[in-house]
């Protein structure tokens, strides 16, 4: 059975104060590892798939990495405005559905 | 549209009665999903539509949960007998197609509160 397990729970940084959040996997076949992003009484906005060990994208002050066996999610210098719960996602071969660890919540103090 | 739209946003019930809810996805988005989210969780996946036929339904919990998206389209959700614990979020999503390393894309979600 697939699983993703993410950490910490929540994250209170201080602005500018850069950091990292887990997200550990265990899939049968990977076919991608995705990023969202959620706001309070929002749907999940996409952020980034990841499909092999290595491989690095960007966005602004996000930067997700991801190996065999778990993917970060480094955020550089963050904003009070990147305070949201960011959740991982993997989704293997065999499947299409998404397979969502619990998410992460972040809070950037100004 | 320019996004996934779910109708309605909110929608409060009484235990044991039966409720819609309905899914309209991005343009030319031939897949379709629909997970539920709870309070401090993550979503879970419940089923998936390529096309008009139900690809997957293995994450539905019983037989009082049932989709249909008899156009390829639009899709709906139905829930009988409704129970305080179907309470949730119900999400959304749609892509160009399904697996192949597709995105998918979410919607607002309809938040589900059973009385």
């Known amino acids: 059975e697939d699983q993703v397990t993410q950490s910490p729970e929540a994250l209170r940084l201080q602005e500018g104060e850069s950091s990292s959040l887990n997200c550990s996997y265990t899939?049968?076949?990977?076919?991608?590892l995705f990023w969202y992003r959620q706001d309070p009484g929002k749907g999940p906005e996409f952020l980034f798939t990841?499909?092999?060990a290595g491989e690095e994208k960007e966005k602004e002050r996000l930067k997700a990495t991801l190996t065999k066996k778990e993917s970060f999610l480094h955020i550089t210098a963050p904003k009070p405005e990147d305070s949201a719960t960011y959740l991982c996602a993997v989704q293997a071969r065999a499947n299409s559905k998404l397979t969502f660890g619990k998410g992460i919540t972040l809070s950037v103090r100004p | 549209g320019a996004g996934v739209s779910q109708t309605p946003s909110n929608k409060v019930t009484e235990k044991g009665k039966y409720v819609e809810l309905r899914c309209d996805p991005i343009?030319?988005?031939?897949?379709l999903y629909w997970y539920r989210q709870s309070l401090g969780q993550g979503p879970e996946f419940l089923i998936y539509?390529?096309?008009?036929?139900?690809?997957?339904d293995s994450g539905l919990p019983n037989d009082r949960f049932f989709a249909v998206r008899p156009e390829g389209s639009v899709s709906t959700l139905k829930i009988q007998r409704t129970e305080r614990g179907d309470s949730a979020v119900y999400l959304c999503?749609?892509?160009?197609?399904?697996?192949?390393?597709?995105?998918?894309?979410f919607g607002p979600g309809t938040r589900l509160l059973v009385l």
């Open positions: 899939v049968s076949g990977l076919r991608g």
């Open positions: 539509f390529q096309g008009t036929g139900a690809a997957d």
């Open positions: 990841l499909y092999s």
């Open positions: 343009s030319g988005h031939t897949a």
């Open positions: 999503a749609s892509s160009l197609m399904a697996g192949h390393q597709e995105t998918q894309y």
